[in-house]
């Protein structure tokens, strides 16, 4: 299944704890089915120690949020919306916004 989220996309959260944030992507898990956002969604996770940390403890890492909990934020509408495709004349495929009509790539 082709993700039509990439990164460096800005989205809005449509659902869970964060709902209503927008944010950058940073990266997107495709065989997960996740995106991992800029600043939304981190969270603490306790580390053993290593040679390199010999401390251990607690650190702040970014979580994966689901893909469908998410929207394209249109850069030109500045709005959700949902993602269409359409192919130039010269064969290339692009993301078109389906509020405003317009190329997102």
């Not at 509408?77 to 509020?99: F, L, M, N």
């Amino acid at each position: 299944m082709a993700l039509r989220i990439k990164t460096g996309d800005r989205v809005k959260i449509l659902a869970g704890k964060y709902v209503g944030q927008s944010d950058e992507v940073v990266d997107v898990l495709p065989d997960l089915h996740r995106v991992v956002l800029r600043d939304v969604g981190s969270v603490s996770k306790a580390v053993r120690p290593t040679q390199q940390n010999p401390n251990g403890g607690i650190e702040q890492i970014q979580a994966p949020i689901d893909i469908s909990n998410v929207a394209l934020v249109c850069p030109f509408c500045d709005s959700p919306t949902k993602i269409g495709a359409k192919i130039r004349e010269d064969g290339t495929k692009v993301r078109v916004c389906k509020k405003c009509n317009r190329e997102i790539d």
